[in-house]
């Protein structure tokens, strides 16, 4: 079995798939903050005293302190079973959310009112870098005309023109991202720096 969780974003998600690849259970909560007491209770209440053999987990960008949480609880659980740990594209995740079977742009809020943002295709195969931009520069660089998450409302009001859907990542897209995409180590993807500095010895 493969478990599959993120927590980017102001909702927390997590699949349990079979080893046919076929999602039997999930859980998916809007909660704002509050991940890190969140996350570990919903994650025993959907295996019900199954393990699994694989733990998949969001790696980002988004909310820092969520990437920190995912992903610190992927490393304990995946040790305490013995499971194999790999990453995947929170964005992509995002993009999957959407069954409009064409291209489809991902938009997450950044900080300082910049956005995360990727282009995909039909296949979640991306078509642009991951981009951290102002509404106005993503609104330049984003083509499609789809866009998808809690930023898509800047993005196309930026642009003027194109489909906005407010959407949230959920763990049970997660086999339909490409290998590339949920192959990644399992370690932050932030797609900026952080707010804090480090000081300097004087």
């Not at 076929?22 to 209440?45: S, T, Y």
Request: charged share 15%.
């Amino acid at each position: 079995m493969l478990l599959a969780f993120d927590t980017s974003t102001a909702a927390c998600t997590a699949a349990l798939f079979d080893t046919d690849g076929e999602c039997i259970a999930r859980k998916d909560e809007m909660i704002g903050r509050g991940h890190a007491e969140k996350l570990v209770p919903m994650i025993a209440e959907l295996l019900d005293g199954r393990t699994p053999d694989d733990v998949l987990v969001g790696v980002g960008p988004g909310s820092f302190t969520g990437i920190r949480v995912g992903i610190a609880a992927a490393h304990g659980v995946a040790i305490g079973w013995g499971a194999n740990l790999a990453g995947m594209s929170s964005l992509a995740l995002l993009a999957a959310s959407s069954a409009a079977g064409a291209e489809v742009a991902a938009a997450m809020l950044g900080g300082h009112g910049e956005l995360f943002v990727q282009q995909f295709d039909m296949a979640l195969q991306p078509t642009t870098s991951l981009l951290n931009l102002r509404p106005a520069d993503a609104a330049a660089a984003i083509s499609s005309d789809r866009v998808v998450g809690p930023g898509s409302t800047a993005l196309v009001e930026a642009r003027g023109w194109g489909e906005a859907v407010e959407a949230w990542p959920a763990a049970a897209g997660a086999l339909r991202l490409p290998s590339i995409l949920r192959q990644l180590p399992p370690d932050p993807m932030y797609a900026r720096a952080p707010d804090a500095k480090v000081r300097s010895a004087a």
